[in-house]
């Protein structure tokens, strides 16, 4: 097992066009984690799953944000009508256990740019 | 409101000197406090949590609730200490069941 993966490591896009960020995380763990991180900032929390339950979802997330964990396994977080406010690191993480107590282990990130 | 903050952005150290990354963090309740760190160009890790009572490449981190702080301490810094240090917090409850992260601190040692 090599870890979190993310897909695409690198995205740029146009304001106003929609986005779609894939994370397959470590393969037994049963909880994944979606944060934003702007320049200078530390990992914002934006959403987690517990198996394919969404459970949170941070205020910062607004209507054109959507995550989604269908099986349970790999997981997408889709962005509309991007604006360029919601340039930055999109990371994933995941974790085995019941609680945010529980080692998460953090992919390499997607960076978005909306032009 | 839960709160992390670590008041240095950036911190410069000479290689064997003393280093210590503050801190502060504000929680009603009953916190946990950890510490990450990123490397250049590697994906964000957990370097120690406050409940393991563990010390890491020779960082150690106490927890002062009294203080409301987890300041994160190393006696002589090395070369390859040099990272960018996040001190986060998280606590078991049905509506907080995250973690939140500190700005982070840019830790430079000199050599």
């Known amino acids: 097992d090599t870890g979190v993966s993310q897909d695409p490591r690198h995205k740029i896009t146009k304001r106003g066009q929609n986005v779609t960020f894939r994370c397959d995380p470590i393969?037994?763990?049963?909880?994944l984690y979606w944060y934003r991180q702007t320049l200078g900032q530390g990992p914002e929390f934006l959403t987690y799953?517990?198996?394919?339950?969404?459970l949170e979802k941070s205020r910062l997330l607004s209507d054109r944000f959507s995550a989604e964990r269908p099986k349970g396994s790999f997981s997408t977080l889709e962005i509309q009508r991007t604006e360029q406010g919601d340039s930055a690191m999109y990371l994933c993480?995941?974790?085995w256990g019941t609680g945010p107590t529980d080692t998460q282990y953090f992919g390499p990130g997607t960076r978005l740019t909306v032009l | 409101a839960q709160r992390v903050t670590q008041p240095e952005k950036l911190l410069s150290v000479f290689k064997g000197a003393p280093v210590e990354l503050k801190c502060n963090y504000s929680?009603?309740?009953?916190?946990?406090l950890f510490w990450y760190v990123q490397y250049s160009r590697q994906r964000l890790q957990l370097l120690l949590r406050h409940i393991s009572r563990e010390s890491i490449k020779g960082f150690t981190a106490d927890l002062n609730k009294g203080e409301t702080s987890f300041h994160l301490k190393k006696p002589f810094a090395q070369e390859e200490d040099s990272a960018m240090y996040y001190c986060a917090l998280s606590g078991r409850g049905t509506s907080y069941d995250k973690v939140i992260f500190g700005p982070g601190t840019s830790l430079s040692v000199i050599p």
């Open positions: 929680y009603s309740g009953s916190p946990e």
């Open positions: 393969s037994e763990h049963n909880r």
């Open positions: 799953f517990q198996n394919e339950a969404q």
């Open positions: 993480a995941s974790s």
